[in-house]
């Protein structure tokens, strides 16, 4: 009975959560016609794949596709290797001066100003190094401002894991590294594993460096594209739905497969508070 | 384990680095996305097979653009050799010499001016000063605004045709009295761009002008206002919720066969003849703006394109520049949906037999007026809808409305004088 009531609350809030998904797929299934038909044809219309083509075949979207990824993927690595090192570096080290602590809290203040802030100076910069227009300035770019929530969080699980088991690796004759990976990494999987599903979700959506740091298809990401499709006297709904329906498919097939660890993850997190 | 990690990171990085163009004989060119931008690009992809030249493409939306070009102009990145844009930027950018004049290209090339083919209404915009001064740019799409009405509707009830805006009025409350389920009339009046340009036809049609004789801001004239109560009244055969309308909806409501007349551009003209956009396939008629005090003028709207003084190509660029706006490959990009600026392609049989109201944007083009030329447009159009539309939704009466907004633009004008 409890169990029922259950599943009859839930069913608003799945509702809820996805009707927006559900009308992005129908509306990039359905021709011009019923997009803007009065009252929308909810379930039955004849579905064509008109914007798929559009989009993938007409349109770069693949391409763009592709450097959404490598961008996502290698700057939410390098968040990853470099966050985490200095996560473990601030919790297990005692510094001078309150070092802790304040670097800590430096490097969260660079979350504190608006992104919009950064995007004339790094594109400055980005031009002076001749890095415009190139995958690598989104990926420079992408890490530098996952790295504090990657340390934030992974201090936190280091903070929780009890110092002895590395002691006792240590003393096993293993080095810090070596005790790092082998035994304290291992441990903190569950937090590595939401830490990741974050900065990539946060890298693949991105648009506004995206748009700036970028010029040509070459290093055009999904967002930015996706976004091109409003043009100065038409919407192109069918096509920016059709690419955004691909576009959620690799972060859910991710999310999906780490679930596991996500859910043990997040509430690691929040135990810690 | 962890080292190879670090080492195909470093690899990735070092890869994406080296995407970097090479030099060589290259072009980069900033275009717009939508269908103006891609017969651009179709072009570009054709003058590379011909001549060898590879050509760059940057697209971005329409929002954006602007601000895009703007930022690598005042950055001096030299990063375009060709920029499109839209017609009421050009004063700013021509204005702070950002482009490059084109009279001394053309003259090497043994030419005195531009082609006389091109609408003069076009050109104009392409010189700053306007009409008078020295040439920076070449119009590529001759885009005007059109009135588009149901001709079904209209010979149902017997109504003229909508030659005069108090035609309009009458014809939306005898479509929407009689009609079930269709509004006579359908505007756009959401803050900013869409709100300014349905008004500016009828502003202009009842004698307003934003600016007076000594480049004061003069839009709370009797005129400016009759013809704002005059929108309002049309706003009353409007669907509800027009004062946020913006293109997209007045497009939806025109395909869909819910609303029977409005203002609109050419780009949605090929829409209403593919049954799976339109509901009302042949039903279209498309014709010059109406009139009242004075004759009837459309907001011109072009898409130029320039050659950034900090172009390292200028020479390449301008032969790549002559050869898209060329009657031969202007008609292509026709072919490809967006209205030439040449007076011949509007009259070739061809294209006329494909686009059946090129008479009519002809007609309208060469009758059309540009917004009022100004580097500051843009925060004045800006601040002008706002009021426009508060005005449609209910909040300020039209004298108020224009009252605020003359103070208001004023405000602009002296904000910017005194920064210059």
């Known amino acids: ?273 | 384990m962890r080292l190879t990690l670090f080492l195909t990171l470093l690899l990735l990085l070092t890869a994406s680095c080296t995407n970097q163009q090479s030099s060589g004989k290259q072009l980069t060119l900033a275009v717009v996305s939508g269908v103006e931008g891609d017969a651009l690009k179709q072009a570009a992809r054709d003058y590379e097979s011909q001549t060898g030249t590879h050509i760059n493409i940057a697209e971005f939306p329409y929002t954006n653009l602007f601000e895009k070009e703007l930022i690598d102009l005042k950055a001096r990145t030299g990063a375009y050799d060709l920029i499109m844009l839209d017609d009421p930027w050009f004063p700013r950018f021509a204005s702070e010499q950002f482009l490059t004049e084109l009279t001394p290209l053309l003259e090497r090339r043994g030419q005195s001016g531009p082609d006389s083919d091109f609408v003069a209404t076009s050109v104009a915009l392409c010189r700053h000063p306007y009409q008078t001064g020295p040439l920076y740019a070449l119009p590529y799409v001759g885009n005007s605004q059109l009135f588009f009405y149901r001709k079904d509707l209209f010979e149902k009830h017997s109504l003229k045709e909508p030659a005069t805006w108090q035609d309009v009025l009458t014809a939306a409350r005898t479509i929407q009295e009689k009609e079930n389920g269709i509004y006579g009339y359908v505007m756009r009046a959401a803050q900013g761009n869409a709100a300014v340009a349905d008004f500016m036809p009828i502003f202009w049609a009842f004698g307003g002008e934003m600016f007076d004789a000594s480049g004061k801001p003069s839009v709370n004239s009797p005129e400016g206002i009759a013809a704002l109560e005059f929108m309002l009244q049309l706003g009353k055969y409007s669907p509800p919720g027009y004062a946020s309308f913006n293109a997209d909806e007045v497009g939806a409501h025109l395909l869909q066969g819910t609303a029977a007349m409005s203002i609109n551009w050419p780009a949605w003209i090929s829409s209403f003849a593919d049954a799976t956009k339109s509901k009302v396939t042949g039903k279209m008629e498309f014709s010059t703006l109406p009139a009242a005090q004075r004759p009837g003028q459309a907001e011109i709207g072009n898409w130029l394109i320039a050659i950034p003084r900090d172009s390292q190509n200028a020479d390449a660029a301008m032969d790549f520049l002559l050869w898209a706006t060329s009657a031969e490959q202007m008609k292509r990009s026709a072919e490809r949906g967006n209205p030439p600026t040449r007076q011949s392609l509007f009259r070739d049989a061809e294209l006329v037999a494909k686009y059946p109201a090129y008479p009519a944007q002809l007609r309208s083009l060469e009758s059309s007026r540009p917004r009022p030329r100004t580097p500051y447009w843009n925060e004045i159009e800006n601040a002008f809808g706002i009021f426009l539309s508060k005005a449609n939704s209910g909040e300020l009466s039209p004298t108020e409305a224009m009252n605020q907004a003359n103070a208001e633009i004023e405000k602009i004008l002296q904000r910017t004088q005194a920064t210059q």
Not at chain 1, 73 to 88: E, P
Not at chain 1, 109 to 130: E, N, Y
Not at chain 1, 193 to 203: E, G, K, M, P, Q
Request: with cysteine; aromatic share 12%.
């Open chain 1, 1 to 273: 009975m409890i169990k029922n009531l259950r599943y009859v609350l839930l069913l608003p809030a799945l509702v809820f959560a996805l009707a927006p998904v559900y009308w992005m797929l129908t509306i990039s299934l359905k021709t011009e016609v019923d997009q803007f038909a009065s009252p929308p044809p909810w379930f039955v219309f004849t579905p064509t794949l008109q914007h798929y083509y559009d989009a993938f075949v007409t349109r770069a979207f693949g391409q763009y596709l592709i450097t959404s990824a490598v961008v996502a993927v290698t700057s939410t690595a390098c968040a990853l290797v470099i966050g985490t090192a200095a996560a473990y570096g601030l919790a297990r080290f005692q510094l001078p001066w309150r070092l802790n602590r304040r670097l800590s809290l430096w490097i969260l203040s660079t979350r504190m100003f608006p992104a919009i802030v950064t995007a004339v100076p790094l594109f400055l910069m980005m031009r002076d190094v001749r890095l415009l227009n190139t995958r690598a300035s989104l990926i420079i770019v992408y890490t530098a401002f996952n790295l504090p929530f990657v340390v934030w969080m992974m201090h936190g699980f280091f903070a929780d894991l009890p110092r002895d088991l590395e002691e006792a690796a240590l003393v096993d004759g293993d080095s810090r590294l070596g005790a790092l990976v082998r035994v304290v990494l291992p441990l903190v999987a569950p937090g590595l594993a939401a830490t990741a599903v974050f900065c990539l979700i946060v890298s693949w959506n991105e648009f506004l460096f995206a748009l700036v740091l970028t010029q040509t298809d070459a290093a055009m990401t999904l967002p930015v594209g996706i976004a091109g499709r409003v043009t100065q006297y038409e919407i192109k709904w069918g096509v920016m739905s059709a690419a955004a329906s691909v576009a959620i498919v690799p972060i859910l097939v991710f999310a999906l497969a780490l679930q596991k660890y996500l859910v043990r993850g997040l509430s690691l997190g929040a135990v810690k508070g």
